[in-house]
C-alpha cells in the first residue's frame, strides 16, 4: 500500500516538473517569417515578425520619430515604417527583427524594431581583421 502512494506521488511530480519544462521552452521560443515569407503570404496574413537586414535607404523622418528603410535578405526586400524608439546601433547593414503586418500598398508597418549585435555574429577571424 505505501508503495503504491510513492509511485502516485512520483508520477505527479514528474508531470508537474514535465509541465513546467513544456511551458518555459515554448514560451521563450521565437519564429520570425523571411522577408522572402512575408512578401509570398501577402497582407493577408495579419501580424507578423521578420528578419531582415536594414538597407542603404533609411530615413529619418518627424524629427527622428519615425524611420523608413529597406529590409532586405538576398534579393528580396520590403520598404519598412516604424515609429517609435530607434535602437542606437540601428544602421545599414544590421540585422532586425520587426513585428507589425504588411500593407496592401507592400510597405510593411512595425510596432516594435529589434536590432541584433553584430558583434555575437562574427567568427573569431572577423573580429581580428576589425580589430
Known sequence: MMTWRWVALGAVVSLCVGFLIYSA??????YYRTVAEVKSA????G?????????????????????H???QQGNQDIPVV???VVPDIFQPGISVVVDGKLGADGRF?????LT???SRFQTSAQKRQLG
Open 42 to 45: 501577402g497582407a493577408a496574413e
Open 69 to 71: 528603410f529597406t529590409a
Open 109 to 113: 508597418v512595425a510596432d516594435q524594431l
Open 116 to 118: 541584433k549585435c553584430p
Open 82 to 84: 516604424y515609429r517609435g
Open 25 to 30: 521552452a515554448s514560451g521563450s521560443t521565437e
Open 47 to 67: 501580424e507578423v515578425r521578420m528578419l531582415g537586414v536594414v538597407g542603404p535607404d533609411v530615413q529619418h523622418v518627424d524629427g527622428g520619430l519615425e524611420v
